[in-house]
């Protein structure tokens, strides 16, 4: 099983600041997802990267995935409190077109 | 609505007691997955059912686990003898044709505590 690490854990900081979270492994992933859960609910995909160097923007999100499809980073800019929530990251194992395995997640709190 | 749905939404029980957990999946998704998620912790691969095909059920912790999916839809997680550290959140998803790529469409989830 390949193994999803991300970081920093927990992250807190002021409406206006930027930052960027990491998902690193030491294994080679088919496509990369990234997902934003909030408390109470189920995750929802952001964003699904498939090619290794592939950068994609949504709105104030960049996401990039690494040229050798090991790792990947989520940046935002001006972060606004809606951007709360539990970042996750999630990627497809080599040998399955199916099964998904998650970090454990980045906790990111914006305070206005 | 159009979305995934789970019931119930909360459960609490004791230990040793059995439990049933349902999800009802996105209308023409052919693929569903169920997870665990505890406290602090990423999203664990459970089981994943595909059209007619027999589940991929590698993820399940102990044999005490086993889910159902009846007529390609409605599926079930059972757990059998409940022990406290199977206290979690459970999520079930489903998407349209279960590749990797596809998005996943996640339920609100159930959080089960085991007394």
């Known amino acids: 099983t390949q193994l999803l690490e991300q970081s920093p854990q927990f992250l807190s900081i002021q409406e206006g600041e930027n930052l960027t979270v990491y998902c690193n492994s030491s294994?080679?992933?088919?496509?990369l997802q990234w997902y934003r859960q909030e408390p109470g609910e189920g995750p929802v995909l952001l964003v699904t990267?498939?090619?290794?160097?592939e950068v994609k923007k949504l709105k104030r999100l960049t996401f990039q995935f690494g040229d050798a499809r090991k790792d990947s980073s989520l940046h935002i800019t001006a972060a606004q409190p809606g951007d709360t929530g539990l970042y996750l990251c999630?990627?497809?194992?080599?040998?399955?077109?199916?099964?998904?395995?998650f970090g454990k997640g980045t906790l990111l709190t914006v305070n206005p | 609505g159009a979305g995934v749905s789970q019931s119930p939404s909360n459960k609490v029980t004791e230990k040793g007691k059995d439990v049933e957990l349902r999800c009802d999946p996105i209308?023409?998704?052919?693929?569903l997955y169920w997870y665990r998620q505890r406290l602090g912790q990423g999203l664990e691969f459970l089981i994943y059912?595909?059209?007619?095909?027999?589940?991929?059920k590698s993820g399940l912790p102990s044999d005490r686990f086993s889910a159902e999916r009846t007529g390609g839809s409605v599926s079930t997680l059972t757990i059998q003898r409940t022990q406290q550290e199977d206290s979690a959140v459970y999520l079930c998803?489903?998407?349209?044709?279960?590749?990797?790529?596809?998005?996943?469409?996640f339920g609100p989830g159930t959080r089960l505590t085991v007394l």
């Open positions: 294994s080679v992933f088919s496509s």
């Open positions: 209308s023409g998704h052919t693929a």
């Open positions: 999630a990627g497809a194992e080599g040998s399955s077109n199916y099964k998904l395995t």
């Open positions: 059912f595909q059209g007619n095909s027999a589940p991929d």
């Open positions: 990267v498939v090619t290794g160097g």
């Open positions: 998803a489903s998407s349209l044709s279960g590749r990797a790529t596809d998005t996943q469409y």
